[in-house]
Nanobody, 125 residues
Framework: EVQLQASGGGLVQAGGSLRLSCAASGFAFDEAAIGWFRQAPGKEREGISCISISDGSTWFADSVDGRFAITSDNAANTVYLRMNSPKPEDTAVYYC??????????????????WGQGTQVTVSS
């Protein structure tokens, strides 16, 4: 059974830091791309970052590039999203997803086969 478990959300002050985790199981982790998406109230879900597990290559949306970092612990089948200097506009439900591919050059939802539940991130000003 494929499982993606996102965790680590919560309340953070603007300018602080928060780390989200995505624990994966049930598929070939080292052949996958793990992406992070978010959905703010009243807005469409957007892709913000991705990491290709096989070679560590990454992609970031312009909205988070330079502020967020994505890493993987392959031994633990876990991907982390470090949110540095978050802003109130980063408030959203954050989801992780997996696809058996390299990261697409964009946040294309249709490329991902497996999805986890979301974790709420609230950034206070």
């Amino acid at each position: 059974e494929v499982q993606l478990q996102a965790s680590g959300g919560g309340l953070v002050q603007a300018g602080g830091s928060l780390r989200l985790s995505c624990a994966a199981s049930g598929f070939a982790f080292d052949e996958a791309a793990i992406g992070w998406f978010r959905q703010a109230p009243g807005k469409e879900r957007e892709g913000i970052s991705c990491i290709s597990i096989s070679d560590g290559s990454t992609w970031f949306a312009d909205s988070v590039d330079g502020r967020f970092a994505i890493t993987s612990d392959n031994a633990a089948n876990t991907v982390y999203l470090r949110m540095n200097s978050p802003k109130p506009e980063d408030t959203a439900v954050y989801y992780c997803a997996a696809g058996m591919m390299d990261c697409p050059n964009g946040g294309y939802e249709d490329e991902y086969e497996f999805w986890g539940q979301g974790t709420q991130v609230t950034v206070s000003s």
